[in-house]
């Protein structure tokens, strides 16, 4: 019968060390967590430049909002990196892997590819010609979530599960500054590279040249997570015997991932991926109206900008610090509890803000708390995901959890229109509220999980 709890491995015990707080803050300093602070930075940056920025660039080109959403399907390269993660977990890149490793040599290939995709994004003007634009914006979003892959992998392989929460939340810091420098950043390199029109003293409706630059500022920008990979260590990861054939090849490569988690987890998987599945579903589902919400409620764009995207961002950061930390003292199932409470409470403070209309104050208090939230629950999520893989399949077995934690709410997000439409703001904020508390009860089931003695 297949066992029901994980085996005694590194990744499995996610009990907290018993340090000091200053031994718990000193992780952060440690060399591989400033590495996957540069890491998160690459990881990050990519996001942005094939959704909300480009679709800035696209509407002031003058392309119809039609054509914008549907290129918004760029994005399903992210939810189904778990195809091809079996071959960044087995399959060597000749030459790279010789001289780099097979984490690596992954890394640094998928970055080659952002890079220059962004170069072919940033000479392609979408008025002239938009199939070539879409056409390098999936090479951006593919290399991308390989890279995603590859890194997941590198900092499981990096440290044991007592350091993953810090790195985690390291990871999440560069991720987030990235975002910041992809999105505000961006703009802000367009705007000041606009030539003032001769006749009228300003910029002209729109001009490629701009955004020519910030796009290869960007691809430059990649720069400091390719010296990282060049210049870290190859982790030590778990020995791959070769394959006989390609029929056994496919087998440990595509097969063995699943069939190993199944087998250590035996029916318990079901509750640890219902937990997965489930766990950010009132963030997503909220976070989907959450801009609407905004413009209805008569707050500008400077408003929304100031304090959801640069202020909301840096209390993310703080939260995902806080997450890390009491993760290294508490443990990560008590932290994730802790992040559920907190990440379903927090909407409901949308809905008291629904009752004030345009209040500044409020708005400020409301995205903080909420942004705190988010990031605690984040950096516990991460490394408890983390804690769920095999060594030996870490690529493949992430990449298929940390896709499968979107599906489910991205599906219910998709009716949050019509709900608001149906019973108002104020309702659909403590909906989604409601919806966490069945999160509650499987991390209180998945945690007595993890207390169980481990098989003999």
Sequence with gaps: MAAA??????????????????????????????????????????????????????REAGIDRTTIGFLSWVGLAYGFKWVWSPLVDRMPIPLLTQALGRRRSWLLASQALIMGALVCMALTDPQQALAPMVWCAIAVAVGSATQDIALDAFRIESADSGHQAAL?????????????????????????????????????????????TAYLVMALS???????????TEPVAAP?????????????????????FLGRYGWHAALILALIATYRISDVVMGIMANPFYVDMGFSKDEVAAVTKVFGVFMTLLGAFVGGLLSLRLGVMR???????????????????????????????????????????????????SSLTNVQYSATQYALLSSMMLLLPKFVAGFSGKYVDAFGYANFFTATALLGLPVLVLVALATRLHKAPPPP
């Design 168 to 212: 985690s939340a390291t990871y999440q810091t560069g991720y987030r500054l990235a975002m910041i420098w992809a999105g505000a950043g961006a703009l802000w390199i367009a705007a000041r590279a606009e030539v003032p029109s001769a006749v009228q003293g300003v910029a002209t409706a729109y001009q490629h040249g701009p955004w020519q």
């Design 335 to 385: 932290v994730m509890m802790l992040g559920a409470v907190l990440s379903a409470a927090s909407n409901l403070l949308f809905a008291w803000l629904s009752t004030l209309g345009h209040d500044v104050s409020a708005l400020v208090f409301v995205v903080s708390a909420d942004n705190l939230a988010s990031g605690i629950a984040s950096a516990a999520f991460i490394a408890y995901l």
């Design 222 to 232: 990649m720069l400091p997570g390719v010296l990282t990979v060049l210049f870290s």
């Design 240 to 260: 791959v015997p070769p394959a006989k054939n390609a029929r056994e090849w496919l087998r440990g490569a595509i097969v063995a991932p699943f069939a190993d």
């Design 5 to 58: 709890t994980p085996p005694t491995n590194a990744n499995a015990d996610v009990k907290p060390e018993k340090n000091g707080w200053w031994q718990a803050i000193k992780v952060y300093g440690e060399p591989a967590s400033l590495r996957m602070l540069s890491l998160g930075f690459s990881a990050g940056l990519p996001l942005l430049l094939v959704f909300g920025t480009l679709g800035f660039w696209l």
